[in-house]
C-alpha cells in the first residue's frame, strides 16, 4: 500500500458544484497533513493546513478522519479558476521527519 | 520579499554533460528539498537537507548530487550517470522537516 494515495481523477465539474476528494494515508502516526495545489506547469503552493477539528477558509474546507486515516477536502461553488491539481502532504511530528506527498487529484472546472 | 528562487528557468544540455541547478532561499529555513515531477506525474523526492552541511538521499538520488555549504543554498547536480534527466525539477525549503514547504518556480531540464 502506497504511503499516501489519492484519486488521480480528473475530476470534471461545472463551475458553481460542490466537489470533494480524499487522500488516504497509511502511517498511522501521522501528524502534519497539508493539500497544496498545482497548477499546469507550475511550482505547487500551499492551500491549507488541516487540523483536527477541522478547518475552513472560504469555499475550502479540509477535514481530518483519524480513525479511518484520510484527509478531505470540500471546495464549494467551483469557480473556473479552482482549475488545478490539489496534492495531499502528509508527515509524522517532528524536525527530522519529512513530508510525503500524494500524487495529486486533477480537478477541471467548465463553464 | 521572502522567497525562493531557482535558476534559469529552461535549460538545455546535451547527454553526458553535467548540469547544475540553483536554488537559493531568503526565508531562514533549516530544511531544504529537491524534487523531480514528470508529465502527469507526482513529486518524487531526490535528495533533501535539513541543516548546514548534512544532506540524505532521497527515493531517485542515483544520478545526482547535492551540496549545502550554507543555510540559503541548495544546488543539485545532474550528472551524466542520470539516464534519463529531462524533467522538470522543483526545489523546496522548510523551518523544519514536518513543516509546509514553500516552493521555487521550478527549473525545466532539457537534454538533448
Known amino acids: 500500500r502506497k504511503e499516501v494515495e489519492q484519486d488521480p481523477g480528473p475530476f470534471n465539474v461545472p463551475e458553481g458544484a460542490t466537489v470533494a476528494f480524499n487522500c488516504t494515508y497509511s502511517n498511522s502516526a501521522s501528524q502534519s497533513f497539508f493539500w497544496y495545489r498545482q497548477d499546469c506547469r507550475k511550482e505547487p503552493k500551499l492551500l491549507m493546513s488541516?487540523?483536527?477539528s477541522g478547518n475552513e477558509d472560504g469555499r475550502f474546507t479540509a477535514q481530518l478522519n483519524r480513525a479511518s486515516q484520510y484527509i478531505s477536502l470540500l471546495i464549494r461553488d467551483s469557480k473556473l479558476s479552482d482549475s488545478a491539481t490539489y496534492l495531499c502532504v502528509v508527515s509524522l511530528s517532528g524536525g527530522s521527519y519529512i513530508p510525503t506527498f500524494g500524487r495529486g487529484t486533477s480537478l477541471i472546472v467548465h463553464p | 520579499d521572502g522567497g525562493i528562487t531557482q535558476s534559469p528557468k529552461y535549460l538545455f544540455r546535451k547527454e553526458g554533460q553535467n548540469v547544475t541547478l540553483s536554488c537559493e532561499q531568503n526565508l531562514n529555513h533549516d530544511a531544504m528539498y529537491w524534487y523531480r515531477q514528470d508529465p502527469g506525474q507526482g513529486l518524487r523526492l531526490i535528495y533533501y537537507s535539513q541543516i548546514v552541511n548534512d544532506f540524505q538521499k532521497g527515493d531517485i538520488a542515483e544520478g545526482y548530487s547535492v551540496s549545502r555549504e550554507k543555510k540559503e543554498s541548495f544546488p543539485l547536480t545532474v550528472t551524466s550517470a542520470q539516464k534519463n534527466p529531462t524533467a522538470f525539477y522543483l526545489c523546496a525549503s522548510s523551518i523544519q522537516g514536518a513543516a509546509e514547504q514553500f516552493f521555487g518556480p521550478g527549473t525545466r531540464l532539457t537534454v538533448l
Open positions: 488541516v487540523y483536527s
